[in-house]
């Protein structure tokens, strides 16, 4: 599991995969621990006072994969913006050579939004996908793109995002916090949610603030 680890060794390392001829990195980051401190400080990947640990780290998985995925902890709880630390550190993380960051810990959607002219994708925060949580924190977000890879004969590689979908999902449950069920919104009902095509618009809202070229729908 990314951003917990047994070792000093298992922390410093980069574990690089490889699926359809891409290698990949994958790091997890979180802000903080809810004020736990963990015994050793290479059992979680806590960036907090780590920062410029964190960008050189992502730095050298840049070199060491075609694409690297970063997974973030950050962002207020229950805010559909992100704050000037994200995105301070989203620009920042995509200059070290991150293409694809994911953030959550909001409990709440966030905007997506292109960095360097399209070369690195951020979700600011996609959302609970299964929570007994309630009003906005109900609403998450589902999203997928493809990673295309060119050789050239020179021995240099390109790679870039293409088909980016993003939709909104519900996580529906009764009223005894049971029988959950996450529901996509072109498949929701009233009896679901009332007035759900409303929720819907007033939530697509959300995910295009800061970029309105992201598409919704698509799936």
Partial sequence: MNGTYTSQEDYDAI????????????????????GLQPEQP??????????????NKVAQAKTMADVVL????????????????QT????????????????????????????????????YALGNIVAAQYD????????ALTINKT?????RIEISLSDLKTDLMYCYFDANCRNFD????????????????????QYKAVV????????IGGF
């Fill in 136 to 143: 906005l924190s109900k609403i998450e977000m589902m999203a």
């Fill in 42 to 55: 290479y059992y979680v990947s806590c960036y907090d006072g780590h920062e410029e640990e964190m960008l």
């Fill in 88 to 123: 301070t550190l989203a620009q920042q993380l995509a200059d070290a050579g991150a293409d694809i960051i994911i953030g959550n810990h909001p409990h709440c959607i966030e905007p997506v939004q292109w960095l360097n002219d399209g070369k690195t994708i951020c979700f």
């Fill in 151 to 155: 050789t050239y004969g020179d021995g």
């Fill in 15 to 34: 574990p690089v995969g490889e699926i359809n001829g891409i290698r990949y990195a994958f790091l997890s980051f979180c802000h903080d621990m809810n």
């Fill in 70 to 85: 970063v997974a973030m902890h950050w962002g207020d709880e229950y805010q559909t913006s992100p704050n000037e630390h």
């Fill in 182 to 201: 996450v529901i996509p919104f072109p498949q929701m009902e009233d009896a679901h949610l009332a007035n759900c095509m409303d929720v819907y618009e």
């Fill in 208 to 215: 295009t603030q800061m970029d309105p070229s992201i598409p």
